[in-house]
């Protein structure tokens, strides 16, 4: 299978720029590899819990197409076969943050 690659320092950013692109309801937070749901604000209001996961991009971002209604609530997105670095991390909490709390899903 052969992929097309424009720059191998920038494939974990324009896959997630892509992503939001065509998908209305995920935004992108600035600077950080995080996807996180358009309506979060609606989400933290409602005193709903946010839910926040994430890993290495080898394939793709695929916990990106996790982020929804029911479902993650921000997605940290680490470069090719890396985890994602702490200061995303700390940004996609600080961004989902609401009165619930949030709940960090770490797999390994």
Same mark, same amino acid.
Not at 15 to 22: P, R, S, T
Not at 51 to 70: N, R, T, W
Not at 90 to 106: N, S, T
């Given at each position: 299978?052969? #992929?097309?690659?424009?720059?191998?320092?920038?494939?974990?950013?324009?896959? %997630?720029?892509?992503? &939001?692109?065509? @998908? !209305? $309801?995920?935004?992108?937070?600035?600077?950080? !590899?995080? +996807?996180?749901?358009?309506?979060?604000?609606?989400? $933290?209001? $409602?005193?709903? &819990?946010? %839910?926040?996961?994430?890993?290495?991009?080898?394939?793709?971002?695929?916990?990106? /197409?996790?982020?929804? !209604?029911?479902? %993650?609530?921000?997605? &940290? /997105?680490?470069?090719?076969?890396?985890?994602?670095?702490? @200061?995303?991390?700390?940004?996609?909490? $600080?961004?989902?943050?609401? !009165?619930?709390?949030?709940? +960090?899903?770490? #797999?390994?």
């Amino acid at each position: 299978m052969k #992929k097309l690659i424009n720059d191998p320092a920038r494939v974990v950013p324009e896959m %997630l720029e892509g992503l &939001v692109a065509i @998908d !209305p $309801r995920l935004s992108l937070l600035d600077g950080e !590899p995080v +996807v996180v749901r358009s309506d979060i604000a609606a989400a $933290r209001a $409602r005193g709903e &819990v946010a %839910l926040i996961s994430g890993g290495g991009s080898g394939h793709e971002p695929a916990h990106a /197409c996790y982020v929804g !209604p029911g479902m %993650l609530s921000a997605a &940290v /997105c680490g470069d090719v076969f890396t985890s994602p670095g702490t @200061d995303a991390v700390l940004a996609a909490i $600080r961004a989902v943050a609401g !009165p619930a709390g949030v709940l +960090v899903i770490v #797999k390994n």
